[in-house]
Every structure is written in C-alpha cells, then in structure tokens.
Nanobody, 121 residues
C-alpha cells in the first residue's frame, strides 16, 4: 500500500491550496480517510476526515469553514481544499486511512509520506 501526497508549497496568508493524495494497493472508498498535520516541534494532529460512505465529514475546530475534504472514487484520490490559509496552518500534511470512526491517530492503518505546506505572513 502506498499513499502519495502532493500539492504542498509556499503560499501567502489568505491564499488557497489543494492537497491531493493518491492511493495504490488500497481502495479509499473502503476506508475512512483523512488528513493530519505536524508542525515543527509539535505532535501530529488530526485535521479532517471523510467516512468511507462519503456521507460524513469531521474537522478540527481550527479549520472548520476553511478546509474541505473530498474524494474522487474514479481516481482513488482524496483532496484537502484549504482556503483562507493562516501561518499557523504551516505543517507537513499527511493523508491517512483507517478502519474506525472517528478517524484519529490511534486508528490509522496507512500513512502517506507527507507534503509540506508553508504559509507566510
């Protein structure tokens, strides 16, 4: 199984980015999937999740109304649309898949390698 993130880059505060995560060896629609992030010196934290059915989403409070998680079943890819970015959103963003809901660190079965998002003020 491989999860490959892309889309991270340097962006100015207030800008937008869309992260992508493509899977091989795993069908995203059979798993609960999500995004986590880890800033320098901090622990990895939950950001957003999408239930396997596609009917439920979950977000950390700090990104509600700004980030949107979605999935393209045909391309077996999940996305994180990030709008109104803030410097505190700077981190390495990881996609993940797991069997349980809610999707949290302890229930992740598969991780990607991460993609770096840097938001300048």
């Amino acid at each position: 199984v491989q999860l490959a993130e892309s889309g991270g880059r340097l962006v100015q505060a207030g800008g937008s980015l869309r992260l992508s995560c493509a899977a091989s060896g795993l069908i995203f629609s059979a798993y609960n999937t999500g995004w986590f992030r880890q800033a320098p010196g901090k622990e990895r934290e939950f950001v957003a999740a999408l239930r396997w059915s596609g009917r439920s989403t979950d977000y950390v409070d700090s990104v509600k109304g700004r980030f949107t998680i979605s999935r393209d079943n045909a391309n077996n890819t999940i996305y994180l649309q990030m709008n109104s970015l803030k410097p505190e959103d700077s981190a390495i963003y990881y996609c993940a898949a797991g069997g349980n809901w809610p999707l949290r660190l302890s229930v992740i079965n598969y991780w990607g390698e991460g993609t770096l998002v840097t938001v300048s003020s």
